[in-house]
């Protein structure tokens, strides 16, 4: 059996140290994703100008990856336009599948860091809930 | 020390450290076999075949039944009906018993710490029915004191599901208890022995219990078979469960006269390898000993708990005394999900349960949402516990805090 390990520094560094775990106060927009089979929960809050994502943040709980995949997430996407950080959400839920390239892992900076929950099914779900939360804000504005 | 591991094909891997018995046994190769003799020797359909192999699977099948009758003390095999689990069992019971028998005013009794499967069909019957769901609740060490027993059960209470041992936290409830005031009321107890009947010895007589419910695979036989015992004058009375085959006498264009007990209520093609697997297993847990199988669980129960003590930010729930855990120890580590804790175990190969174990009220009610539970059964050894506290001891470094 081989020893697998994505309890990575980068992992549990955004989760005991997330930067952008606090109230958006100017966000316009604001999406709650839930998985119910566990309990993690995320509120997803955006401020988005002319297409391009100004600043960003979340609340809720749940494990290290739910919670440290969203901050690492934010990370990459403030600063972006919707159409680019649409870009990286759907090269990020290729990486948990195992089916992105190594130019697009590249891409996805320290998200990449994740890339091991491609062996671990159980704990996908938790991996993509705010790149999932992304999506349907976007999809639905 | 009988090293059990050898008798399990999946233990012969001695890298896995399996902490989940509570969720599942793991099967030894005899209960394997014979499984797969009924399948070789002996494959027709039981209870139709007019020929000598289904003669063979009828007698295999109904050997079984006499088996689990003696294993749980019953007075006769027609009071012991073959199901899938325990939770079919449950709902053969809330659906024939339940609504058949209970009305607006009634109660039905169950504890708080029951197991969904223990919860949801009796939530349907009260819905149906206009009964009243009654919570007895325990103490945070999960025993039940004896006032609130009696505050619980009244003329009203006409049915009683009790779970014989929690599946978070170990304990045993008082169900010897509960059975004698409820009958004293006039009603029946169920008792779910999930959890029991592959621990302790559960004699339905002593007990007294009107019905008993357990599943196969917890004890180490195949999953798919399972067990209610039913006192033989209350399931006369009760209609069928399911309706089909081989399970009437006469069926004409209106209707139908249903057989007799046990088969009226195992309708259709039954699992009779199940059932040859269960008997096995009961054999193996009968030749292992009961005495031994609590002697061994106590004594690795208690090297884990009382090093898991040891552990910073460690918490057990249920009872200080690991002689009454039953092998279950939920806990939890402060500022690490369960869900992690699970995760970087499996990364060393031990298996343990991460989540809600199916009874969210229960856990609601300790304020513990979320747990990790490591449940041991008499095939681990002291190897599997050493292991399993080395990699406790160092999740929250693993997780980036500095202890």
């Known amino acids: 059996m081989e020893t697998r390990n994505f309890y990575n520094t980068i992992l549990t560094e955004h989760n005991l140290h997330p930067e952008h775990k606090h109230v958006l106060k100017d966000a316009n927009l604001m999406l709650e994703g839930v998985n119910p089979s566990c309990g993690d929960d995320i509120v997803l809050q955006l401020k988005v100008e002319d297409g391009c994502i100004t600043d960003g943040a979340f609340e809720g709980s749940g494990c290290a990856i739910s919670q440290a995949s969203v901050d690492i997430m934010l990370d990459l996407i403030i600063g972006r336009k919707k159409e680019e950080a649409l870009h990286l959400a759907e090269i990020f839920l290729k990486m948990i599948q195992g089916k992105a390239t190594e130019e697009e892992m590249e891409e996805l900076e320290e998200a990449s860091a994740l890339s091991d929950i491609s062996h671990m099914p159980a704990r996908v779900k938790c991996a993509v809930l705010g790149w999932h939360t992304l999506e349907d804000m976007f999809n639905d504005n | ?403």
């Not at chain 2, 749980?72 to 609504?99: D, P």
């Not at chain 2, 559960?202 to 078979?225: N, Q, R, T, Y």
Request: contains cysteine; glycine residues 8%; aromatic residues 8%.
């Open chain 2, 1 to 403: 020390m009988k090293d059990y591991k050898k008798d399990f094909p999946l233990l012969q891997d001695h890298s896995l450290v399996y902490l989940d018995s509570a969720a599942t046994a793991q099967r030894p190769y005899s209960v394997l076999e014979a499984e797969q003799e009924f399948y070789k020797k002996s494959n027709s359909n039981p209870l139709r075949g007019l020929y000598r192999i289904g003669m063979a699977a009828t007698d295999a099948y109904e050997g079984a039944r006499e088996r689990v009758r003696a294993f749980l003390n019953a007075s006769s095999t027609e009071e012991i009906i073959f199901t899938r689990n325990t939770t079919e069992s449950i709902n053969l019971v809330a659906y024939s018993y339940g609504l058949t028998r209970l009305k607006q005013g009634d109660e039905i009794l169950v504890t708080i710490a029951e197991h969904h499967s223990n919860l949801l069909p009796w939530q349907m019957v009260a819905a149906q029915t206009g009964a009243k769901l009654v919570f007895l609740e325990c103490e945070k060490d999960g025993s039940f004191l004896e006032k609130n027993i009696e505050a619980a059960v009244s003329e009203k209470t006409k049915l009683a599901a009790i779970g014989h041992i929690s599946n978070v936290l170990g304990s045993v409830a008082p169900v010897e208890k509960i059975i004698k005031l409820v009958h004293q009321k006039g009603g029946v107890v169920l008792v779910d022995a999930a959890q029991s009947a592959p621990h302790i010895t559960v004699d339905v007589e002593k007990l007294d219990a009107d019905f008993l419910a357990f599943s196969g695979h917890k004890l180490m036989a195949p999953m798919g078979i399972g067990v209610l015992y039913g006192k033989k004058a209350l399931l006369q009375k009760m209609p069928p469960f399911l309706r089909g085959g081989e399970m009437i006498d006469k069926v004409t264009r209106e209707g139908a006269i249903y057989t007799q007990l046990p088969h009226k209520f195992e309708a259709g093609t039954v699992n009779a390898a199940g059932a040859v697997g269960l008997a096995a297993a009961i054999d193996y847990m009968e030749q292992v000993g009961i005495e031994n199988i609590q002697k061994r669980e106590q004594e690795l129960t208690k090297l884990a708990f009382e090093q898991m003590q040891q552990i910073p930010y460690l918490k057990i729930l249920g009872s200080t005394k690991p002689e009454e855990h039953h092998g279950i120890l939920s806990f939890t580590i402060e500022g690490v999900h369960p869900h992690d804790i699970a995760s970087i175990l499996d990364e060393s190969n031990i298996a343990v349960r991460a989540g809600h174990h199916c009874a969210q009220p229960l856990l609601e009610y300790l304020g513990d949402k979320v747990t990790t539970r490591a449940s041991i059964a008499f095939y681990n050894d002291e190897e599997d516990i050493e292991h399993f506290i080395a990699c406790l001891k160092e999740i929250r470094r693993r997780m980036g805090y500095g202890d």
